[in-house]
């Protein structure tokens, strides 16, 4: 308490001016007859009432809070939204629900309304040293959107803020996320519900077609959850089929949709060489125009020959609608509107010492969408 107090009055007098560093633990024990371990702990109190940051999370040395040392005035009530994507590329375009993007704008919509500063950054944007730099100031909280939870450099913040103990919500429930408060949308539900559907209208022959491998954990909960629904109907599940498409953003133009849609002609082909199907699960709505633009010139009719499903309720798409009108006859909606409310809530319960130690998980309801 004596080495707590004499930096206290320290900072107070102007003794230590903002900016400053604090003498090292070795100094202060040194300078006050006490164990090293005890000016440790003084410097970690102190630490804990804002009395000092560090510069970056890594970093040992402490300084008075000012020029060069970070705004920890703002930062108390300032939360970080991680994303995927830039929420404010689009201009004025409102964002599609079934977005990264629309998750992001109504965090920013909802935490703003509860008195919250927020802080929207893509990792795309960011490289280590900003990772590491982010949370000098030690801000109220951090919500990771979407699927960055598998991006290096979201893990990396996650690792950081495991350490320091701050609040953080993330999307998703993969094993590596469950030490953090989480929002979770049950993909192998949606798609075991998808294959369901498509198995009582007669379609035994279904085969899932991803545009890129399926990778990712909420992909392969996507496939899991229709090879169990394939196994429930004493069928085997067929092998994914997937290709290496091309990035198609919202500047792409005919020729990179008709890459694209030449890139799934060749794989149809050799899968209608290879055996028998009447059904497509795809990885999304937005590719399951491809599939269906696809279809159409190997001489397959979508909605008789061959039934295309779709996931994210991805209508209207402004990408691939003026290239291929049609659209997947049935999908799944994620209602991307409750995952932004509920990580909202849930962090700030955090923040406010509502919820007990132990992380919590909430599953929102996704829906299915049937478009015939």
């Given at each position: 308490?004596?080495?707590?107090r004499w930096i206290e009055r320290s ?175 049950d993909h192998r539900a949606g798609s ?181």
């Amino acid at each position: 308490m004596r080495v707590l107090r004499w930096i206290e009055r320290s900072i107070e007098s102007g003794a230590l001016a903002p900016g400053e560093a604090i003498p090292s633990e070795r100094a202060l024990a040194e300078k006050f007859g006490v164990a090293r371990n005890t000016a440790a702990a003084a410097m970690d109190e102190a630490e804990r009432r804002r009395l000092v940051v560090r510069r970056s999370p890594a970093a040992r040395k402490r300084y008075v809070p000012g020029v060069g040392a970070g705004f920890p005035g703002i930062a108390e009530s300032t939360v970080v939204v991680m994303g995927e994507a830039n929420p404010f590329a689009g201009g004025s375009a409102e964002a599609p629900h079934w977005s990264d993007r629309f998750i992001s704008m109504s965090l920013l919509s909802r935490l703003t309304h509860a008195g919250k500063h927020v802080m929207i950054l893509s990792h795309d944007a960011l490289t280590g040293r900003d990772v590491e730099e982010l949370f000098v100031s030690r801000p109220a909280g951090l919500i990771v959107t979407s699927t960055i939870g598998e991006h290096i450099l979201a893990r990396r913040a996650l690792e950081i803020c495991r350490r320091i103990g701050m609040p953080v919500v993330v999307y998703g429930d993969a094993p590596e996320l469950r030490a953090f408060d989480r929002v979770h949308v049950d993909h192998r539900a949606g798609s075991r519900q998808i294959t369901e559907w498509l198995l009582a209208r007669g379609r035994r022959a279904i085969v899932p077609f991803f545009p890129r491998r399926a990778l990712t954990g909420w992909a392969q909960d996507r496939l899991l959850g229709y090879a169990n629904a394939m196994r429930a109907a004493k069928l085997s599940p067929r092998p994914c089929v997937s290709f290496d498409a091309p990035e198609f953003g919202s500047s792409g133009t005919e020729e990179q949709f008709r890459m694209c849609r030449a890139l799934a002609i060749a794989k149809l082909l050799d899968l209608r060489r290879a055996t028998k199907f009447d059904a497509l699960l795809c990885i999304s709505d937005h590719w399951a125009k491809v599939a269906i633009s696809a279809l159409k010139c190997i001489g397959l009719a979508p909605g008789r020959d061959v039934l295309v499903a779709g996931y994210d309720n991805g209508d209207p798409d402004p990408e691939f609608d003026p290239f291929e009108p049609d659209r997947a006859v049935v999908t799944i909606d994620k209602h991307n509107e409750r995952t932004a409310d509920e990580m909202a809530e849930l962090l700030i319960a955090r923040m406010e010492g509502r919820l007990p130690p132990r992380p919590q998980c909430r599953t929102h309801a996704h829906e299915l969408v049937v478009r015939e």
